[in-house]
């Protein structure tokens, strides 16, 4: 390593208390081998300029002034008292290290630039290109450093400089985004003016550690009767969404971030390589819900440059993590994170990187995985926030075991495995039983929700095997009959239309009379009519059971009687 040097420029020679307390400087900020030395400069009126390999400390009047304006932000500060803003600025002021390398374009193209010089530029960091446009490292080599772009690559030139910031990719965050539609980097699209932000949270965090995270504790309702019935999530727990395209994985999304209205839980919807219509007309459905009050759009959509794409879901994540902080509740769905590989394996192969399986680079799984970890229950010294990430997957033609989807599977604590079957058969949501799970929500699930679904997965799966038994015989006896009845009945009362999130208290009552076979007589296509009648006599008759199981999350044996009575007795008024 070559010996380091500072050079302190100036147009007059420092006086000797200056020079030690420039020595002083050096000493702390670079250990005591770097020797200082002075070279006259007579540019430099008012001050100093001190040199240290690549950064420059400017402690010139205009230096000066230009940080202390930086310091006090004037947007940040409207309408307050200026002078003591400034007293603190000047008192916790510290000359800040301006990294003054200046590289070259030497490449520019689908997104990517390809630099040379800056040195001492780090993975991460954002550069500044000519014409004003952004963009991140994300290779560095011996020779070149590749960096994506967020912006209109055309408007940088090959030849152009470009500038180091020192400062990693962050996005501005606040509760002023409540309600908005932004894009990966935190600007408004959604035509509504400018957002004002508290602060500014990094893309790329680390991951709460061991010690600042709980188990999950609280559930968290989607409002659909097959998944709080036998799925359950709870709050900062990862679900996966998973199906092929077109079997109502997004429907599903959205059914739970309008089932949060007034549940005290802030919602992030990442949209990542959609049409922008779509995504336009999912805004204006939670809109119309009542939903969008409480929930960020993030939206990187198809006709967006890769690199935004790629840090979309790190953008939202960042958002979630100012509110997680403060201790609040955050649901964040990742809507794809196929196509955040799609686009990120792009980004690879224009950097020259080796694909591996599928053409996905080697570190497709690091991508999803360092973007998952970050959901968690934080512990209640940490302020007991949490993030629960509904990431969705499509796969083709149901084939769960290809590269990305094996890998969001095993990061993730469950999955809903949706299909396509299903779903044209009219069962939906097109939930698959028996290939879904949820690993850890049933520590969270209430004790209502825990007595009331009983025997309903394995009554479910009797009824698929029987249902295969028997498809090709005529002649059944009655016990096989009423069996494979019931089990269609059971199927008949999972079909729920979208955005009828179902409360509680609803979803005991359905569950209960099902499960008692108090629908063994209605016909097939009644039942759904059968369960809605059914549950809002029941409101109207036994409004104090309804409540309790909302408020208390449970039901004494006295009351799972008067269920079923209820709705036996009902059953047999049904028809007449
Ligand atoms: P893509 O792969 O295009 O993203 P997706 O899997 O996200 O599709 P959705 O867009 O959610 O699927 O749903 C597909 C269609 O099915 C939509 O028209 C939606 O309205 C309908 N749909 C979804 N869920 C239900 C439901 N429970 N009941 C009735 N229709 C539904
Ligand atoms: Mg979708």
Not at 47 to 63: A, H, P
Not at 96 to 124: C, R, W
Not at 413 to 421: A, H, N, T, V
Request: with cysteine; glycine share 8%.
């Amino acid at each position: 390593m070559s010996e380091m040097k500072a050079i302190l420029l100036s147009a007059s020679a420092p006086s000797f208390e200056q020079e030690q307390r420039f020595t002083e400087f050096i000493h702390r900020e670079y250990g005591p081998d770097v020797s200082l030395e002075w070279v006259q400069d007579n540019s430099i009126v008012n001050g100093f300029q001190l040199k240290v390999g690549e950064k420059i400390y400017d402690w010139t009047r205009e230096g000066l002034y230009e940080q202390l304006s930086r310091s006090v932000d004037k947007r940040k500060y409207a309408g307050k008292e200026l002078i003591p803003l400034i007293k603190n600025a000047l008192t916790d002021w510290e000359a800040e290290a301006l990294p003054a390398e200046k590289g070259t374009v030497i490449t520019v193209g689908d997104g990517i630039a390809h630099i040379k010089g800056l040195e001492n530029a780090e993975y991460g960091e954002i550069l500044v290109f000519e014409s004003g446009i952004r963009g991140m490292v994300l290779d560095l080599t011996e020779s070149l450093i590749g960096c994506i772009i967020f912006g209109d690559d055309e408007e940088i030139l090959a030849g152009s400089s470009v500038r180091r910031t020192g400062r990693t990719a962050s996005i501005p965050a606040g509760e002023a985004f409540l309600g908005r539609v932004v894009d990966a980097l935190g600007l408004p699209i959604d035509g509504k003016g400018n957002i004002r932000a508290r602060t500014y949270k990094p893309i790329e965090a680390k991951a709460p550690g061991i010690i600042d995270r709980q188990s999950v504790r609280d559930p968290l309702e989607t409002g659909i009767l097959s998944i709080d019935s036998m799925f359950p999530i709870g709050r900062g727990q990862r679900e996966l969404i998973i199906g092929d395209r077109q079997t109502g994985k997004t429907a599903i999304a959205v059914d739970a971030i309008i089932n949060q209205n007034g549940k005290n839980c802030i919602c992030i919807y990442v949209a990542i390589g959609q049409k922008a219509s779509s995504v336009a007309q999912l805004v204006e459905t939670l809109r119309k819900h009542g939903a969008m009050e409480h929930t960020i759009v993030v939206a990187a959509n198809a006709s967006d440059a890769g690199p935004l794409q790629y840090i979309a879901p790190y953008a939202g994540c960042a958002l979630g993590e100012y509110f997680m902080e403060q201790g609040k509740d955050v649901l964040i769905v990742y809507d794809d994170l196929s196509k955040h590989a799609v686009a990120y394996r792009a980004i690879s192969l224009l950097l020259d990187r080796s694909p591996g399986r599928e053409a996905y680079p080697g570190d497709v799984f690091y991508l999803h995985s360092r973007l998952l970890e970050r959901s968690a229950r934080l512990s209640d010294e940490k302020g007991g926030g949490s993030i629960t990430a509904l990431p969705i997957v499509e796969t083709q033609d149901s084939d769960v075991s290809a590269y990305v989807p094996t890998n969001i599977i095993s990061i993730t604590d469950g999955q809903i495995y949706l299909e396509s079957d299903l779903f044209f058969s009219g069962q939906r949501p097109a939930v698959n039983v028996g290939l879904s799970v949820s690993r850890v929500g049933g520590d969270a699930q209430t004790k209502a929700m825990k007595k009331a679904v009983g025997t309903l997965r394995l009554d479910l799966a009797q009824f698929r095997e029987m249902e295969v038994f028997t498809q090709f015989s005529s002649d059944l006896d009655d016990a096989t009959r009423d069996q494979l009845e019931y089990g269609q009945g059971l199927m008949q009362m999972l079909i729920q239309p979208q955005y009828n999130p179902y409360s509680q208290h609803q979803m005991v009552v359905m569950l209960v009379s099902a499960l008692s076979h108090a629908m063994q007589k209605i016909r097939q296509d009644d039942i759904h009519r059968f369960l809605t009648e059914l549950t809002a006599d029941f409101e109207n008759m036994h409004e104090e059971i309804c409540r309790k199981i909302d408020a208390e999350g449970d039901f004494s044996d006295a009351d799972k009687d008067t269920i079923v009575r209820f709705a036996k007795e009902f059953a047999e008024k049904f028809y007449v």
